[in-house]
């Protein structure tokens, strides 16, 4: 049945409105993953195929898309972002939500998105504070089927070295692929999502098994010689050996 939902979240952060602004209009590879930047006008072209609605730089902006593309279980989406200076303008406060309608699988839906969303914008937070400005190097994949598991994201934890109980904050080294280890903070950490930040990349880690999905890794790397092909051939390897057993 057919309902809609909505998904609230905010955050302070170290950069300016206009770096947010910045952010989360051209700067999107750096937290999220890269997509077209929006037409910068009200009644503009989106992402994914989205409409313009609110188009006030660095203050507020918003696009919605009806009938979305590739997501059968979504008829409707809209993001909606506000930014209010803080400190003189020095810091940013940040909302965004996330709403529409979802039409099937309801509260796993909202469940899964909800929790993302709360994800996606720490990982934001992040990028403007530790690696604005620096150039992009993007990978995204999944784990293979026995990453569905239910304890699978418990086994990737520590297959990356962390205890059960090593909190969010810490400064770890983590065990990467070919057993390097990643001097690295745990910036986010709960049962459904681990952040790692090194000095020129964030590592992270979807517990999506919690939603029938396969866990995945996306790695945005800040190096000059950062190279895409060879992260993710790396990380996807070191994440089907997790899983080979």
């Known amino acids: 049945m057919s309902k809609e939902f909505e998904s609230a979240h905010e955050i302070e952060v170290d950069a300016t409105p206009e ?13 999220l993953w890269p997509m077209e930047a929006p037409e910068p006008r009200e009644g503009g072209s989106g992402p994914f195929g989205s409409t313009i609605t609110v188009w006030d730089p660095p203050h507020r902006y918003t696009n919605r898309v009806q009938d979305v593309e590739g997501i059968s279980e979504q008829t409707l989406n ?16 940040v909302r965004y939500v996330h709403s529409g309608i979802f039409v099937d ?6 469940d899964g998105a909800n929790k993302h969303n709360a994800f996606y914008l720490h990982t934001m937070g992040e ?4 690696f604005r400005g620096r150039p992009l190097t993007f990978a995204m994949f ?11 994201f418990t086994v990737v934890g520590r297959a990356l070295g962390l205890a059960d109980d090593t909190a969010e904050g810490a ?3 983590a065990r990467g692929p070919e057993g390097e280890l990643l001097d690295a903070v745990l910036d ?18 979807f517990g999506r098994n919690h939603w029938g999905a396969p866990v995945g890794i996306s790695v945005h790397d800040f190096a000059s010689d950062a190279d895409g092909k060879r992260n993710e051939a790396a990380w996807q390897g070191w994440l089907n050996g997790v899983f080979a057993a």
């Open 19 to 31: 770096q947010v602004w910045e952010a989360i209009t051209e700067g999107v590879g750096g937290w």
């Open 142 to 152: 999944d784990g293979p089927e026995a990453s569905k598991a239910s304890d699978a």
């Open 188 to 205: 986010y950490r709960n049962p459904y999502f681990i952040g790692l930040r090194t000095d020129d990349a964030l590592i992270r880690f």
């Open 78 to 93: 809209q993001l909606d972002y506000t930014i209010e200076p803080r400190e003189g303008g020095r810091r940013a406060w």
């Open 171 to 173: 400064r770890v080294q």
């Open 127 to 130: 990028y403007v504070t530790h």
């Open 105 to 110: 699988d309801w509260d796993n839906q909202y």
